[in-house]
């Protein structure tokens, strides 16, 4: 032990802290139960046919079904089984949200290294405009790209992305405000680098981690975002199975009782969001406290 | 106080009770979910009315000793052994109530930072009266209380202070305050953590000052935690070497500090410019190796490996309390006490003669009329007034004085991070360059760089090493590929980094290693000029010592010039081959080393000299200060020192700005007081 090279232990000792936060982050209860709802969500994603017990839009039964031994879930109104529509409705969202989600981050974080480093008109400029579209209610900005622009799941993420924007570059900016007052800035500067170099070269790599917890927490809004949007339209048209999709072809009948058509998807959706919360969260608060 | 006093004391007059003794304390620290300790079984005791003074370098233990003291650990930190007994009773057994009230009633703490330890929202008279209300009384007592104890920290105007907030007092006043505050409830123990660490000179003296008087009239016990051994030297009776979370060494400050018996603190000593000791004359020494972290098992002596005289007897058994002298009140940890004399002092290292500037040697920098003035919404403010400077080849200039002279702003015109205003010029090698960065060329950049004072933030710390070297080898030198790569390498090892440093990243390496990339990615472009902004004042004083050596023999090889921006005294004198003194923006005296510290002086300088906390306990000319810089947006008329100059001549120095005038070959200065007299009035007092 008092043999080691100071160079070796420290080598070692990184290694061990990013152990170590690991080990702090898997050993969190919400982290487990945070990955473990998504996990369940990923494998009916990718095999649907293992889990559900019928083909989503099999109608063959034809009854309107309550909850019961045949059907865990019931069945829809034209006699679909909701288990197996909520199970295949998992694909479309956990395609659409991370796709928006890292969409809008990507554009969120360049402009917000632009308006946290270029400051001055640049900033004043961009913060209005962004100050602008965050006033802008999400139901209104979806209905106004589905009658423009039609309905598409690239719609669904291009909306998603734009509204995400902002908001990321809003947090971006705050830590590269912090960032570009650090002495190795000025150092690059006075060995001539320009000024796309330190903003992606020399700053980017260090306002990395509010950017993955960026990244998280615009996870879970997406996959609320990509439901509301698809709950309005946006998204496939039915009869496809997306958890949003089946909220709004069902919800008119809740009035005459026939609740569990609806409420199965609506508790898909609340699930992932939580879940992905839960995660974000535990990546949130042990990155804040090392 | 004495309630639980045993019995058998009251025999023995001198041993009175102890206000606060330590006894085997252990710490440990919870870092993510490992118990790590830092305090291995720390043992002192300060008696009524003594000061007492906990030294040694970052990390070994001293804060977490003050906070322990106190229960008032962070809360990943716990007490795992030991006790803790203020006035007698224990505080890892009491509970948090009586803890609560232990803390108001009996024990104070003042910290590094004033502006933090007061509430920025709150006028300071609320908050002072607050401090007396808590303790019970009403408020009108209370407020007259707070009156008399702002007198007491010679505040001159106490009912104006206390109608104001706290962003509206200078530092100084700042601590003042919380001083008064600490003070409030009469405490039996007083802990002190870095008191004046975050001050100018010049406000340290004033405030430590008012600590040597405050003691006189109070009987606490002091606990003084700092790393200026100068200010423990001038402060406490007794002092603690503190060493990987044990005391290695402890007696009588000036005996300790005259005449060490332990291997640290004879390195600790060592590694500081004293006696005005110059680079010419030899090189500083260093401690090798680093502090061990903390957590780390260490059975035996704790400082074996970086021990000169560490024997086989030192690796295996753990060295028992030696005492040395026979009145009982000192001991060192060591097992070979006696082979101290026997550690060696450095050789002179390098003749670095060969720096001194002569008239052979040709100005490498000069700087003409450069001013450099700030605008804030509709307010000019003069950072720099017409500054005339040069520098010749291989020359190094100290600029003194304290924050807000305008060192920091001087160091970024002259590499053009912050353009001087138009009528001004910077000249290298005798051509003009231009006012920005931006606006140079490559030759320019590459001939002018930089070292910052803290090197966590001047090194990207996402890149390793290396990608830092070759960045810099290929952007300043144009060199790429290969030879970059051998380029990178050879500097590494010219700075005694080792192959195995150029992978890591910058929060891999130690403070010393750190600034030593930092440097080599200065001389990466083998820079004419390099200014170094306070290189060594975020450094413990043996890795100080390193860098200074290192700066110093790469400024002989490479002829460099330094540009060297300091508060610290010992090191200026140490380094620079000629110092300028700046005060609101302007130069007020510069002239060769030894010309400045044998004076005569700028009766700013005169402050300045008379400020510093000597570890040698000399006897220096002692001029205080008064009041505090004045706003640069609005400077006073005349001389701009002559609000707080304590030899100003009414009539005279309100009314104009004397010139810089030269007192003798290369001795300039600004001031009205013929030079005759200035001698006079500084004659040092005969020891």
Same mark, same amino acid.
């Given at each position: 032990m008092s043999a080691t090279q100071p160079t070796t232990s420290g080598l070692s000792e990184r290694k061990q802290a990013r152990r170590e936060n690991w080990r702090l982050i898997v050993r969190r209860p919400a982290f487990i139960v945070g990955v473990a709802i998504?996990?369940?969500?990923?494998?009916?994603?990718?095999? /649907?046919d293992f889990i559900a017990p019928h083909h989503p839009l099999d109608y063959r039964t034809g009854k309107h079904l309550p909850p019961g031994?045949?059907?865990?879930?019931?069945?829809?109104?034209?006699?679909?089984?909701?288990?197996?529509?909520?199970?295949?409705?998992?694909?479309?969202?956990?395609?659409?949200?991370?796709?928006?989600?890292?969409?809008?981050?990507?554009?969120g974080v360049i402009l917000g290294l632009l308006q946290g480093y270029l400051g001055g008109w640049v900033d004043l400029l961009a913060s209005r405009i962004v100050e602008a579209f965050l006033s802008l209610p999400v139901v209104l900005v979806g209905l106004l790209a589905i009658t423009t622009l039609g309905r598409s799941n690239v719609v669904v993420i291009g909306v998603v992305a734009v509204l995400f924007t902002p908001i990321v570059a809003r947090t971006v900016r705050a830590a590269v405000l912090a960032e570009r007052e650090l002495d190795y800035v000025t150092s690059a500067k006075l060995r001539g680098e320009s000024k796309a170099f330190i903003m992606f070269r020399e700053i980017l790599p260090n306002v990395s981690g509010p950017i993955i917890v960026e990244l998280t927490v615009r996870m879970g809004y997406a996959v609320f975002t990509v439901a509301t949007l698809s709950f309005l339209g946006a998204g496939p048209p039915p009869p496809s199975p997306d958890w949003g999709v089946q909220v709004?072809?069902?919800?008119?009948?809740?009035?005459?009782? &026939?609740?569990?058509?609806? &409420? &199965? /998807?609506?508790m898909a959706i609340a699930s992932l969001v939580i879940a992905v919360s839960l995660i974000a969260d535990s990546v949130q608060s042990v990155l804040e406290a090392s | 106080m004495s309630k639980n006093a045993p019995t058998t004391l009251g025999s023995n007059p001198t041993k009175l009770q102890p206000a606060l003794s330590v006894e085997d304390l252990e710490v440990v620290y919870t870092v993510r979910g490992v118990d790590r300790a830092v305090l291995r079984g720390v043992s002192f005791s300060v008696a009524p009315g003594e000061a007492y003074g906990l030294v040694g370098e970052s990390g070994c233990g001293k804060s977490t000793t003050a906070y322990a003291a106190l229960r008032y650990l962070p809360s990943n930190g716990k007490i795992v052994g030991g006790h803790v007994r203020v006035g007698g009773r224990d505080l890892t057994e009491m509970t948090d109530d009586e803890l609560q009230q232990f803390r108001a009633h009996e024990a104070s703490m003042v910290y590094q930072d004033p502006s933090q330890a007061l509430n920025p929202t709150l006028r300071v008279g609320k908050q002072i009266i607050e401090s007396f209300t808590l303790l019970g009384h009403d408020n009108a007592t209370a407020a007259t209380m707070a009156v008399e104890a702002l007198k007491k920290v010679r505040i001159a105007d106490p009912t104006r202070v206390m109608d104001r907030y706290p962003f509206q007092l200078s530092g100084g006043m700042q601590q003042r305050v919380v001083i008064a505050m600490a003070l409030a409830c009469n405490p039996t123990l007083l802990v002190l953590d870095e008191p004046t660490t975050g001050l100018d000179a010049t406000?340290?003296?004033?405030?430590?000052?008012?600590? #040597?008087?405050? #003691?006189?009239?109070?009987?606490?016990?002091?606990?003084?935690?700092?790393h200026n051994l100068g200010i423990i030297r001038g402060l406490c009776d007794r002092v603690g070497v503190m060493y990987a979370g044990r005391i290695v060494e402890e007696g009588p400050s000036a005996q300790v500090f005259d005449d060490p018996r332990h291997p640290y603190t004879v390195g600790l000593l060592r590694s500081l410019p004293r006696h005005g000791v110059r680079k010419t004359e030899r090189a500083l020494a260093t401690i090798p190796g680093i502090l061990p972290l903390i957590g780390s098992d260490l059975p035996t002596c704790v400082y074996v490996d970086r021990c000169p005289i560490a024997t086989d007897l030192c690796r295996t058994t753990m060295p028992p309390v030696v005492p040395v002298g026979n009145k009982g009140d000192r001991f060192t940890l060591c097992h070979h006490p006696d082979q101290i004399a026997a550690i060696e002092e450095p050789a002179v290292s390098v003749n670095i003669s060969v720096l001194a500037p002569s008239d052979e040697n040709p100005g490498v920098l000069e700087l003409s009329h450069v001013s450099k003035t700030f605008k804030q919404r509709n307010l000019s403010i003069p950072a720099l007034v017409d500054v005339e400077l040069d520098l010749a080849v291989g020359e190094t200039l100290g600029i003194v004085g304290e924050s807000g002279s305008g060192k920091s702003t001087l160091a970024k015109a002259i590499l053009g991070i912050e353009a001087a205003d138009s009528g001004g010029s910077v000249s290298l090698d005798g051509r003009v360059v231009m006012a920005s960065t931006v606006g140079r060329t490559a030759d320019d950049k590459r001939s002018m760089q930089m070292i910052f004072q803290n090197p966590d933030s001047a090194l990207n710390r996402s890149w390793s090493v290396r990608h830092i070297l070759t960045r810099s080898v290929e952007k300043l030198t144009n060199i790429k590929g290969d030879a970059a790569n051998q380029r990178v390498e050879q500097l590494a090892e010219h700075l005694r980094l080792t192959p195995r440093h150029l992978d890591l990243k910058p929060r891999q390496l130690s403070g010393g290693l750190k600034q030593r990339v930092a440097i080599a990615r200065a001389f990466a472009g083998d820079p004419r000029i390099v200014v170094c902004d306070e290189p060594t004042s975020a450094l413990d004083v043996s890795v100080q010592a390193a860098i200074l050596n290192l700066l110093a023999d790469l400024q002989t090889e490479q002829k460099t010039s330094y540009v060297f921006i300091t508060h610290d005294m010992g090191v200026v004198r140490y380094l620079a081959d000629r110092i300028a003194v700046m005060y609101l923006g302007r130069i007020q005296e510069i002239g060769p080393t030894d010309d400045v510290f044998n004076g005569p002086n700028h009766p700013y300088t005169e402050a300045l000299l008379s400020a510093i906390p000597s570890v040698d306990g000399e006897i220096v000319t002692r001029i205080r200060l008064e009041g505090e810089i004045p706003s640069p947006a609005n400077p006073p008329s005349g001389c701009v020192f002559h609000p707080r100059c304590p030899r100003v001549i009414p009539g005279v120095c309100e009314v104009t700005e004397p010139p810089l005038r030269e007192v003798s070959p290369g001795h300039a200065m600004r001031c009205h007081i013929p030079v005759a007299e200035l001698i006079e009035l500084q004659r040092k007092p005969s020891k």
């Open positions: 998504v996990l369940f969500w990923v494998i009916c994603a990718l095999f /649907p031994w045949g059907h865990l879930f019931g069945t829809d109104s034209t006699g679909r089984d909701v288990l197996s529509r909520v199970v295949a409705g998992a694909r479309d969202v956990l395609r659409i949200a991370p796709a928006a989600a890292i969409l809008g981050v990507f554009f709004s072809d069902t919800y008119n009948n809740l009035i005459a009782d &026939f609740w569990w058509p609806t &409420f &199965f /998807p609506a | 406000v340290e003296a004033e405030v430590l000052d008012l600590v #040597r008087v405050l #003691r006189q009239e109070s009987d606490a016990a002091v606990l003084l935690i700092a």
